[in-house]
């Protein structure tokens, strides 16, 4: 199976991630400040059902615990296993669902770009990474909460679960040959965010930021000094989202 790197092409630095929230939050506030103008699509949030597509980027981390292995002579020369924040992207549909004035069901099927490292330090050795690409298809069922709408802005809360499959994925540490970190290919993570619908005459685009912790144990059954000394791995991720409907 191919590595696949076509996110490295596009890669985007957490600085720029930052500096894109940002500038959203000032458009936000400019759009508070304008003047009173007429309302876009005054029925559209009637539909009882709506479709889009939306764009992420997103930064994204392992977290782990460490395994009583850790502390033992047989790994007496590592001293620490680092998780590192890295980019990525992820590009979906949109299918949401009226339920209330004030409240919405949502799916999101998305295909999510990651890569995950990990750095292994050791006392007398260069420290080596252990990265982790990985290709999952993602299908959030989210709650969506929104807030009374004020001209053409209306404030929203959303939260649910996401389950996600590695459709592709290799491990990619040279340094280690074949003894690579195993890794399970399901993950089932809890999210929660929040966002602003605007309005526009032909079209509503929400930017929103969303927040995503993985509850499933990802280290795999295989073991070797690579997941030694590890006892759990979860996911960590923060992404903003673009959606379009």
Avoid at 170 to 186: M, P, Q, R, Y
Wanted: no cysteine; hydrophobic share 40%; proline share 4%.
């Amino acid at each position: 199976m191919q590595t696949f790197n076509l996110w490295r092409k596009l890669y985007i630095h957490r600085g720029k991630i930052i500096l894109s929230i940002l500038f959203l939050i000032i458009a936000t506030n400019l759009s508070f400040g304008q003047r009173r103008v007429g309302m876009n699509n005054p029925n559209y949030d009637d539909k009882l059902l709506s479709y889009g597509f939306l764009i992420g980027i997103h930064t994204s981390a392992y977290q782990l615990k460490y395994s009583d292995t850790f502390v033992t002579d047989s790994l007496d020369n590592l001293y620490s296993i680092d998780p590192k924040w890295s980019a990525g992207f992820s590009l979906g549909f949109i299918v949401n669902l009226r339920a209330t004035d004030f409240l919405d069901i949502r799916a999101l099927p998305t295909v999510a770009f990651y890569e995950h490292s990990l750095e292994y330090q050791a006392f007398d050795e260069a420290p080596f990474v252990e990265t982790v690409e990985t290709t999952v298809v993602e299908l959030p069922i989210l709650l969506k909460y929104k807030s009374e709408r004020r001209g053409n802005t209306r404030m929203y809360f959303v939260g649910g679960v996401k389950p996600g499959y590695e459709a592709a994925g290799k491990n990619d540490v040279e340094a280690v040959g074949d003894d690579n970190l195993s890794i399970k290919e399901f993950n089932l993570s809890l999210d929660v965010g929040f966002g602003l619908d605007i309005y526009y005459p032909l079209f509503k685009f929400s930017p929103e930021i969303r927040f995503s912790r993985g509850m499933t144990n990802m280290l795999g059954p295989a073991g070797n000094q690579l997941s030694a000394g590890i006892d759990k791995i979860n996911t960590n991720t923060i992404t903003l989202y673009l959606l379009f409907q």
